[in-house]
């Protein structure tokens, strides 16, 4: 299988990225970043699919700090569901348990989406059924 090349927009001399192609079929993996992985159980028509780190986002779960949040999101069709894959930094997780969180804002709150998470390899899988199109955060 041939990965996807990322799609750049010249933005003065700088480079930015706006999207991975996101092509038709099933079990679709996408590279948005370096560190962020998305694949889709199946894309019914293909796009663009976007990573932006935010430095800001809504007020995090009740007893957490947000970390690092990522608005994703994609132009493509798709079928639930969607994993969500990201490589985090090389800092101290011994004792840490982190968890990826996706903001609802229709009803503007929080839900655990979290997947698989491994101290070793430094990251942390979380599963959406819905659209991806949304606010996501570590914990």
Not at 118 to 134: A, F, M, N, P
Request: proline share 7%; charged share 25%; aromatic share 12%.
């Amino acid at each position: 299988m041939i990965k996807p090349k990322a799609v750049y927009y010249a933005w003065g001399r700088t480079l930015s990225k706006i999207g991975a192609a996101t092509n038709e079929g099933k079990n679709v993996t996408v590279f948005p970043t370096d560190d962020v992985c998305v694949v889709f159980n199946e894309v019914t028509r293909r796009g663009l699919t976007s990573v932006a780190k935010l430095k800001k986002g809504p007020a995090p779960p009740k007893h957490y700090k947000i970390r690092q949040y990522y608005r994703i999101k994609t132009t493509a069709e798709h079928s639930p569901p969607v994993q969500i894959r990201i490589i985090l930094p090389r800092v101290p997780v011994k004792h840490a348990r982190l968890r990826m969180w996706r903001w609802y804002p229709a009803t503007e709150e929080w839900k655990d989406v979290t997947d698989f998470f491994s101290r070793k390899y430094h990251l942390i899988v979380g599963k959406t059924g819905d659209r991806l199109e949304s606010i996501f955060g570590i914990t």
